[in-house]
């Protein structure tokens, strides 16, 4: 990896040389050497040990490590601003605490996945479509293993997996998961778009529990504040009786 002294003291927020900057790099496990003393450059040996080292940008959290964070003078930013959650990521946390009080168990699934579990598990018909090179999915290039084939377009996949690899625990098991997928969409400008979504499983030992996965989608229409059909038309023609 090659950076440069004035890349890493910059970000880092120390006046640090190259000479400098090699001897922290030592103490990181990294073998530095100063590649251009007159333009400050480095070049970084990184071993096979250290395979979280990728990029300069890499190097340099190293560096800080390695100077020491409390040694880092405080400086007021030149720029002014104002960190807030994303909204839709603030939504989805006060969901999981409301499924969670609801007696439901929060499952985090893998993002990637294969052809079959995504399709024809859940009897999704793709065979069609991929044939034609318009599957619904978003296919990882040059994949390393099957398992990682294609990015989900549901969550249930990660859910009945979850549950075989539990099947031998006590009944019921109540599964929850809100989370993206990816769906391919040509107007995007990576072509495609990730889109929220929950997914619910229940598992009993005598029945199939559909009233308890309706509960909780009641639970969540409550909590969202979705009207009903009937009640939302209650509503209107009170309010058009009102105003008449």
């Not at 499952?107 to 018909?125: K, P």
């Not at 990730?194 to 308890?212: D, H, I, M």
Request: glycine residues 4%; aromatic residues 4%; contains cysteine.
């Amino acid at each position: 990896v090659h950076t440069d002294a004035a890349y890493i003291s910059s970000t880092v927020g120390a006046a640090l040389d190259a000479p400098t900057i090699a001897a922290l790099l030592v103490k990181m496990s990294l073998d530095a050497r100063v590649a251009d003393a007159a333009r400050g450059t480095l070049a970084v040996v990184v071993p096979p040990t250290r395979s979280d080292v990728l990029h300069p940008c890499d190097v340099m959290e190293d560096v800080a490590i390695a100077y020491g964070y409390d040694n880092i003078a405080r400086t007021v930013p030149q720029f002014h601003t104002v960190a807030t959650q994303q909204p839709l990521n603030k939504l989805t946390d006060a969901l999981r605490v409301e499924l969670a009080m609801a007696g439901w168990t929060e499952a985090l699934t893998l993002s990637l996945v294969t052809r079959h579990d995504n399709f024809v598990s859940v009897r999704v018909d793709d065979a069609a479509a991929a044939a034609r090179g318009d599957s619904a999915a978003v296919h990882v290039s040059g994949a390393a293993v099957r398992k990682y084939e294609v990015v989900r377009t549901t969550l249930l996949p990660g859910l009945l997996k979850t549950l075989l690899h539990n099947v031998g625990r006590a009944k019921p098991l109540r599964l929850f998961e809100l989370n993206d997928v990816v769906l391919r969409d040509a107007a995007a400008e990576t072509g495609a778009r990730n889109v929220r979504r929950a997914c619910a499983l229940y598992a009993g030992a005598q029945s199939c529990g559909f009233e308890y996965v309706h509960g909780l989608a009641d639970r969540l229409m409550e909590v969202l504040d979705v009207l009903l059909v009937d009640a939302k038309r209650r509503r209107v023609a009170a309010a058009h009786a009102a105003a008449a």
